[in-house]
């Protein structure tokens, strides 16, 4: 077992990069879980299942990073040295603004399932947009600078998205 200090990426012996596979993800997150299990320690001791237990937690906690493209995106900027500070920079540029408006604007007005499935399908493509963004500025340019107002846009668009999901939800 690698240290609990390891980043996720080190932890999971993958590329600290935005694009990852996520079936070698997955692969390694069972394998990682089965070597880590406190089952597997009960002859050692409540000790040894203690450190089990932590590794298992570790473990999970760095796959529930790196599976989501938010958190990975976040987390590859902290690595990098310019963390996203979502809850003190919340400056976004106008023309996001002024989408992010006229999609509320839509979500208010709108009762259609037809329509809210227009909305959500707008959002996902913006979402997907945003991804490679992502995936060009801290995989190619490597520019975390660039990448933070990239990642703080995602958070919008997925709470949003969130939003268009339940209105859906109600309405179905």
Not at 2 to 10: M, R, V
Not at 32 to 45: M, N, T, Y
Not at 112 to 123: N, Y
Not at 140 to 147: S, T
Request: charged fraction near 30%.
């Amino acid at each position: 077992m690698k240290s609990l200090q390891a980043n996720d990426f080190e932890l999971f012996g993958l590329p600290q990069q935005f694009a990852l596979d996520r079936g070698q993800l997955d692969d390694t997150w069972k394998a990682l879980q089965r070597e880590a299990h406190p089952d597997r320690f009960a002859a050692e001791g409540a000790a040894a299942q203690r450190v089990a237990m932590q590794w298992s937690v570790r473990i999970n906690e760095a796959y529930q990073r790196l599976k989501d493209p938010l958190k990975r995106a976040a987390y590859l900027c902290e690595l990098r040295g310019v963390p996203v500070q979502a809850e003190s920079n919340t400056a976004m540029p106008p023309a996001f603004l002024m989408q992010q408006m006229q999609w509320r604007e839509t979500l208010e007005d709108t009762d259609e399932v037809g329509a809210l499935e227009d909305l959500a399908d707008e959002v996902a493509g913006e979402r997907k947009r945003v991804q490679q963004s992502l995936g060009q500025l801290l995989d190619g340019a490597e520019d975390a600078q660039a990448a933070v107002g990239q990642v703080r846009a995602l958070m919008f668009i997925d709470r949003f998205a969130a939003e268009v999901d339940a209105k859906l939800d109600r309405k179905q």
